[in-house]
Each structure stands twice: as structure tokens, then as C-alpha cells.
């Protein structure tokens, strides 16, 4: 691990988050603004943000609840369902803030019921999103209750990604938030279309993290934490300089009462302190020289949009994240690696 006592980092982006909305989304916006100027903003609401009026209406009630004196830009995603129709993409590419369209599979986590159930079906959508350059953001993993839910990402890789670029091979993806040593090769492995998201979570537990002391369920989320294989091969994509890996924390803002519970969501919780997170991992693999251009630039250099101005500093300074923040009704939110010693504590 480095002595070094101080990171100053170009301002970075989060290319995968969760905001949620109303009262929620008052609560959680102001950890991410602290932290990262832009955001891709996930789109699986109820009912789900499938248009672009939708996606206009919910970036202005992002905007009206960023606070004063705080400066956050909220690029937007739209929905893919069955349905979503060709001039839907048109108009998201005019509206110049809608940046991606996403793919959740039908069922494969929070609030996807209402996702694509057979790709063929959106063959005309992804035929224009291919021609005109539009983003699609893929949750990569099979639904099918036979394949082991540690497999899933491994199976989507081979009965649905490769499949979907052999047909759209111009199509720019990114894999969101990827969890295995497979899909880090497989990333590796593509051409210049080809990214993915790596949140702070895989990159610093393995599945034990789990169950270690009895069962914690602030530390489940969708896809699952794999073994400790996978973490380590995440992390060494994340620190190898790779421009196509990139910062997405997948944030996922849940209240106590509906994570400690029989059935409890899928999420963590990471936007109270991402960056130290993220800092954590790449100062255990000796890599905080890598960590600008994970954070910083390989997402806006993929995207097609400028890289921030201005920074954020990190000094190497002891603390434990709160045990938890006031949420809604009265409940509350558990942060991860709440009460935890973390190492690296962002400055202002």
C-alpha cells in the first residue's frame, strides 16, 4: 500500500447511479453533487422513465432538488422496454441530454419488471441506436431460475452480449457494473464500442462480505458479489490503465425496512462516500496513479463529452461512515461499510 498523504483528481463522473425520486432523491442527490459533477442517471422508476418527455420531466425535478450553491448535471437514460419505438431514439439523440438507453432483462433486478423479455423484438430500435451512436447500457445477466445466480453473468456473456454484437457490431455498450473475471475479459478483449462500469463494492468484497458474522443484507445487491477470483480480476481491470473500464458506483438507495427483510431489495448504498471507496481499492493494489483516469476520464473520453474542470481532493485520513442517514417516513439508510474504518476521506 502507498505512503502517499494526498490525491488531487480531475472532478469525476459517476457513469451508473441510482437517485431514485421525491423525497428520496432530495436525501441522496446532495452525497453524489458533493462528489462528481455529472452522472448517468438510472431510468427504472415505477412506472419506469420510457420516453423522452418522462426523462425531461425527471432531470428538471433532479435539478430543483440539487441545493443551493451545489453544480451536478444529470445525463439521462431512457427505459428499453418491447415496445419502445424508433423515433423514441430520435428523439432522445436531439434532446441532447438523454445519453444512453437501457437494458434490463425482465425480472433480473430492482424495479425491472417492465424490461425487455426478447432483444428481437427491439431489433429496428437497436439498428438506430447502432447508426446514430446512442449508448446502450446493458444488465448483464440471464433470468432463467435454472442457471445459478453466480453463473448469470457468465451465461448473458455467451447466450446474449456476443450474440448481440455479432448483429450490431457497431453498437456502442457499456456491461454496467460487471462482477466476474469473465466479463473483465471478455471487455478487455472487444474493440473501442465495447466499456463497462466497475462499482467500489466488487472491487473491495468478495461474497464472504455476505454472510460474515450472520447474514448482512446491506451487502446484497444485483448482480451478487462473486468470489474473491472475480474481485481480484476486477481489480486488475479496474488499475490496468484500460481506457474502455470505468468509475459507476450503482448507488442503490434502499430503507432499512426494505433490506431487512424476507425478500429484501438488491443495492448498495455507496454514494455517502464513493471516492474514498474506490480509493481504498486502488490504494491496496498500489495503483493510486491509476485512479484519475478510471474516475476522471475514461468515461467522459468514451461518451464523447469533455472532461470536467475544477478538482476534488482525497487526503489519507482515518474515519468510520455513519451507522446510517434519515430517509423516508421516518426510516433510515444504511450506508456500506457503515461504522468501518475507511482510509481515505475526500477534503471539503
Not at 437517485?19 to 462528489?35: E, I, K, W
Not at 464472504?208 to 481480484?232: D, M, S, T, W
Amino acid at each position: 500500500m502507498t505512503s502517499t498523504m494526498q490525491i488531487a483528481l480531475t472532478r469525476p463522473d459517476d457513469w451508473h447511479l441510482h437517485l431514485r425520486d421525491g423525497d428520496a432523491l432530495a436525501t441522496v442527490l446532495p452525497h453524489s453533487a458533493r462528489q462528481f459533477a455529472r452522472a448517468i442517471v438510472m431510468p427504472n422508476l415505477r412506472p419506469p422513465v420510457t420516453t423522452v418527455a418522462a426523462a425531461t420531466a425527471y432531470r428538471a425535478r433532479i435539478l430543483a432538488a440539487l441545493p443551493a450553491g451545489m453544480a451536478f448535471e444529470p445525463l439521462m437514460t431512457l427505459y428499453l422496454t418491447d415496445s419502445t419505438p424508433v423515433d423514441e431514439i430520435r428523439r432522445a439523440v436531439a434532446s441532447e441530454f438523454v445519453r444512453a438507453v437501457k437494458l434490463y432483462p425482465a425480472g433480473a433486478t430492482t424495479n425491472s419488471d417492465a424490461g425487455v423479455t426478447n432483444l428481437d423484438r427491439c431489433a429496428a430500435v437497436l439498428t438506430e441506436m447502432e447508426r446514430s451512436g446512442l449508448p446502450l447500457l446493458v444488465h448483464g445477466e440471464v433470468t432463467d431460475s435454472k442457471i445459478d445466480v453466480f453463473d448469470r453473468e457468465k451465461v448473458f456473456i455467451e447466450r446474449v452480449l456476443k450474440p448481440l454484437l455479432v448483429r450490431y457490431p457497431g453498437l456502442k455498450v457499456v456491461f454496467e457494473h460487471i462482477t466476474t473475471r469473465d466479463a473483465a475479459d471478455f471487455v478487455a478483449a472487444c474493440g473501442p464500442n465495447i466499456a463497462a462500469t466497475i462499482t467500489a463494492h466488487h472491487l473491495l468484497y468478495n461474497r464472504n462480505a455476505i454472510f460474515a458474522g450472520g447474514l448482512r443484507p446491506h451487502y446484497y445487491c444485483l448482480p451478487v458479489l462473486k468470489r474473491e477470483v472475480h474481485r481480484q480480476a476486477l481489480l486488475r481491470a479496474a488499475t490496468s490503465g484500460n481506457p474502455r473500464f470505468f468509475l459507476g458506483t450503482d448507488s442503490a438507495p434502499h430503507p432499512r425496512v426494505s433490506k431487512e427483510v424476507d425478500g429484501g431489495c438488491a443495492g448498495c448504498y455507496t454514494a455517502h462516500a464513493a471516492l474514498e471507496l474506490y480509493a481504498e481499492a486502488f490504494d491496496a493494489a498500489d495503483a493510486l496513479h491509476r485512479l484519475e483516469a478510471f474516475a476522471s476520464f475514461n468515461g467522459p473520453d468514451f461518451y464523447g463529452l469533455p472532461r470536467n474542470t475544477g478538482s476534488v481532493t482525497l487526503v489519507r485520513e482515518a474515519w468510520r461512515p455513519p451507522a446510517a442517514f434519515a430517509y423516508l417516513g421516518g426510516d433510515t439508510l444504511v450506508p456500506l461499510a457503515a461504522g468501518e474504518l475507511l482510509r481515505w476521506k475526500m477534503r471539503g
